[in-house]
Structure formats: C-alpha cells, structure tokens
C-alpha cells in the first residue's frame, strides 16, 4: 500500500528555518516525481516545488531560492528544507506523489501545519 | 503561469440530484492527444483526493457516479445522483506546466 507519513512543522519565528519530512512505503521516492503543495484558506491550494525522478528541481517563485526540496534514498524519504520563513507561508504543507511527467499527484501525505509568527 | 478559475464558488444540491463544476484554464492545456488536468475531492481535514486525471479518466477506486469532460481550456466535473458522502470541496489542476495550478475551489453541499 502507497503511504506517505509526514513529520516537522509547528510554530516557527519569522526569518527562522524548519524541516518538513514524507516518509514513503509502499513506493520508492527515487522512482517517481515528488512534490509539495501548501494550502492556505486565502491562496487554496499552492504547488511549490517537484523533484523528478532524474533529480531535477523545479520551484514556484513564491519560494525560489529559500525552500530546497531533497530526498534520501536509502531513508525512502523526501524533505523540504525551508529557510527565511515569513508570515505568509503559514499554511498546511502536503507531499504528494506522481508517477511520470505525464500523470499528476495520485497520493498525498497527511499534511502538517506550519505557523510562522512571532 | 496558468490561471485555474472554477464556477460556482459554491452549489447547493440535493441527494440523488446532478451536481455540474466548471473550470476553465487561461491557456490551453491540451497536448499530444492529451488534456492535463485534474479534479480532485477533499473534505474537511483530510489531503486532496485524486478522482480524474485526463480531463476524463477515473482514478481507481472512484465512484462511476464522477466523471469529468471538456477539452482545451473548458472542463466540466459531474456528480450524478449526488451522495451524503459526496460533500467535499472539489478543486481542478493543471499539470501541463510548471508551476502547476489550482483551481480556488467549489464548495459541494447538500440542499
């Protein structure tokens, strides 16, 4: 069964950084396209950032330059380092999964809510 | 970027009754054969859930009573014979480019 187990998130101050993590089982993070998305109530749902399967990265300008997206193979786990934070990247953080450039996100963690103020 | 818009922002429908969303794209998302887009269910503390991918195929698992329709920058979800479990908010997205795009968002209840 595909699973995706997120960790991290929580209270954090503006300018602060914070580890989101999306343990998977089920299906190997190596093989298949990873990707994070945030929702706020105001914005809906945000794609952020997809790391391909070949370890290309790609981001929305929102974040470009203070989220970086990574994965450890041997952990099955994907990982967005987020840096800089400001009070308007408060939301909740989803990883979600897709097979190919051609398909779309079929599976998604939990979420887990990320609160930046001071 | 590609802009998402969906109508209504909201619907009310009775059990058993039809409900129809429409999500137009800014641009074109029609390529090789192929409309990328997405609908997608979520209810209420819960992550999104895939329901049609394609612009018109069933994820597995979802309830033949959902389809999807259109082509290019118009596309329709349909609910037949709306359920009590079928209240949710149902968001379209584009995955033909990056940065992919959501749609805001049509709230489904019940009348």
């Known amino acids: 069964e595909v699973q995706l187990v997120q960790t991290g998130g929580g209270l954090i101050r503006p300018g602060g950084s914070l580890r989101l993590s999306c343990a998977a089982s089920?299906?190997?993070?190596?093989?298949?396209?990873m990707n994070w998305v945030r929702q706020t109530p105001g914005k809906g749902l945000e794609w952020l950032s997809v790391?391909?399967?070949?370890?290309?990265?790609y981001y929305a300008d929102s974040v470009q330059g203070r989220f970086t997206i990574s994965r450890d193979t041997s952990k099955n786990t994907l990982y967005l380092q987020m840096n800089t934070l400001r009070a308007e990247d408060t939301a909740v953080y989803y990883c979600?999964?897709?097979?190919?450039?051609?398909?779309?996100?079929?599976?998604w963690g939990q979420g887990t809510l990320v609160t930046v103020s001071s | 970027d590609i802009v998402m818009t969906q109508s209504p922002d909201s619907l009310s429908v009775s059990l058993g009754e039809r409900a129809t969303i429409n999500c137009k794209s800014s641009q074109s998302v029609f390529y090789h054969s192929k409309n990328y887009v997405a609908w997608y269910q979520q209810k209420p503390g819960q992550p999104p859930k895939l329901l049609i991918y394609?612009?018109?195929t069933r994820e597995s698992g979802v309830p033949d009573r959902f389809s999807g329709s259109g082509s290019g920058t118009d596309f329709t979800l349909t609910i037949t014979s709306l359920q009590a479990e079928d209240v949710a908010v149902y968001s379209c997205?584009?995955?033909?480019?990056?940065?992919?795009?959501f749609g805001p968002g049509t709230k489904v209840d019940l009348k």
């Open positions: 089920g299906f190997s993070v190596s093989n298949n396209y």
């Open positions: 790391l391909y399967s070949g370890g290309s990265t």
């Open positions: 997205q584009q995955y033909y480019g990056t940065p992919f795009t």
């Open positions: 394609a612009a018109f």
């Open positions: 979600a999964k897709s097979v190919d450039a051609d398909s779309t996100f079929d599976s």
